[in-house]
T-cell receptor, first 110, second 112 residues
Framework: QQQVKQSPQSLIVQKGGISIINCAYE??????FPWYQQFPGKGPALLIA?????SEKKEGRFTISFNKSAKQFSLHIMDSQPGDSATYFC?????????FGSGTKLNVKP | DADVTQTPRNRITKTGKRIMLECSQT?????MYWYRQDPGLGLRLIYY???????NKGEISDGYSVSRQAQAKFSLSLESAIPNQTALYFC???????????FGPGTRLLVL
């Protein structure tokens, strides 16, 4: 059973558009929610992360929105660029373990 | 040089063979992890270790074993490989429980 559910599985966005990826979880013990970016042939790399005591975190063009009551969080990529084309994973941490979503393959068209 | 290295990068083996995947890190982190990645399933935790004497099972440890030879080295073994262990395997390290995980480049394993 997937602890973190991620959607959509794939996403196509035009250059300059907004990319939105959503994740949902059930375990209220999760207390750290990172997003990882993975390029082909590489390992995932941390993009941005949030803790449940804040509702939003922004770093450059990347924003995490966090809704604790709904147990959902999302990644927004503003002004999406072709270089953002990659697979994105959300994750949730329960002290010792990370649980990852199934991944979203983003393709930003020039 | 990369902070987290994995060897081999690619491996083809046959059903029933024993195989070892190795991971080394120069980040000085105590925590090390092994994950497998399958299309549509994301990354799933196989084993994790908080120090040389502390080894813990993850979500999908059946059919796998690990060895923490030193703070910097964490190996994953498949005692008798089977085709459904064909996957991309990643090693990762972190400094603490809610800290960034740093991933290696991965090992692509094909079991025939």
């Amino acid at each position: 059973q997937q602890q973190v559910k991620q959607s959509p599985q794939s996403l196509i966005v035009q250059k300059g558009g907004i990319s939105i990826i959503n994740c949902a979880y059930e375990n209220t013990a999760f207390d750290y929610f990172p997003w990882y970016q993975q390029f082909p042939g590489k390992g995932p790399a941390l993009l941005i992360a949030i803790r449940p005591d804040v509702s939003e975190k922004k770093e450059g063009r990347f924003t995490i929105s966090f809704n604790k009551s709904a147990k959902q969080f999302s990644l927004h990529i503003m002004d999406s660029q072709p270089g953002d084309s990659a697979t994105y994973f959300c994750a949730a941490n329960n002290f010792n373990k990370f649980y990852f979503g199934s991944g979203t393959k983003l393709n930003v068209k020039p | 040089d990369a902070d987290v290295t994995q060897t081999p990068r690619n491996r083809i083996t046959k059903t029933g063979k024993r195989i070892m995947l190795e991971c080394s890190q120069t980040k000085g982190h105590d925590r090390m992890y092994w994950y497998r990645q399958d299309p549509g399933l994301g990354l799933r935790l196989i084993y994790y270790s908080f120090d040389v004497k502390d080894i813990n099972k993850g979500e999908i440890s059946d059919g796998y074993s690990v060895s923490r030879q030193a703070q910097a080295k964490f190996s994953l073994s498949l005692e008798s490989a089977i085709p459904n262990q064909t996957a991309l395997y990643f090693c990762a390290t972190s400094e603490g429980a809610r800290e960034t995980q740093y991933f290696g480049p991965g090992t692509r394993l094909l079991v025939l």
